[in-house]
């Protein structure tokens, strides 16, 4: 599986047989609020990964040079994205339709005068 080649309708499915093979929720399909909640836990192991960084390490980070560390943050990542694959299959939510959607609303929304440059 990689990103030009694997829709999100595969790899909700990917995740849906995973549960499936492990006996997770009904039928393979978990609690939506559980789920919502794993899914900041994921989060938070995530961010650990970030925890303490200075600048230079964030930038090392940026420039591929934390191999190892890229590979921990993806696995993190990775949860995250497999409760939310599961979270849209569940609630029957279009990822690529919402993204989109979303994009869309951020793009007309007026800059607030307080809204930090990034
Ligand atoms: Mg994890």
Known sequence: MNDRETTLSCLKEAVHQLCLRKGWGEKGVQNPQQV???MTVEMSELLEHFQWMNPDDVRALMNGEN???TALIAEEFADVM???MQLART????VAHEVERKIDIVDHRPVREDEPKR
């Open 36 to 38: 919502a909640m794993a």
């Open 67 to 69: 191999p190892e560390k």
């Open 82 to 84: 497999m409760y939310g």
């Open 91 to 94: 609630l029957g939510i279009d």
